[in-house]
């Protein structure tokens, strides 16, 4: 499995940023996938996922803001972040765990070497 991110940079708050994950994962297995960040001094935390059924979860901080979705063939994971916060600014991982059901934060075990975000 090998998980690649892009899109990160700098950008004033209010803006937008749109995040991409290239994925090369098993074909004949089923993903959990989804991002997460770090900022300096703090833990790590999730910001969006797909379980392996499909469904998402957002963290509290990011509803109506972020929109995580994937393309059909789900070789890329992308995130769009509107309406940037100072508080967004972080490391943000691309992750994936192989599984049909339900996946927390301490499920997934690959992970992108992360792009950085500034606001």
């Known amino acids: 499995v090998q998980l690649v991110e892009s899109g990160g940079g700098s950008v004033q708050a209010g803006g937008s940023l749109r995040l991409s994950c290239a994925a090369s994962l098993y074909t004949d297995s089923n993903y959990c996938m989804g991002w997460f960040r770090q900022a300096p001094g703090k833990e790590r935390e999730g910001v969006a996922t797909f379980d392996g059924d499909g469904s998402t979860r957002y963290a509290d901080s990011v509803k109506g803001r972020f929109t995580i979705s994937q393309d059909n063939a789900k070789s890329t994971l992308y995130l769009q972040m509107n309406n940037l916060k100072p508080e967004d600014s972080g490391m943000y991982y691309c992750?994936?765990?192989?599984?049909?059901?339900?996946?927390?934060?301490?499920?997934?075990?690959?992970w992108g070497p992360g792009t950085q975000v500034t606001v």
């Open positions: 992750a994936a765990q192989q599984s049909w059901g339900a996946c927390y934060p301490d499920d997934f075990r690959d």
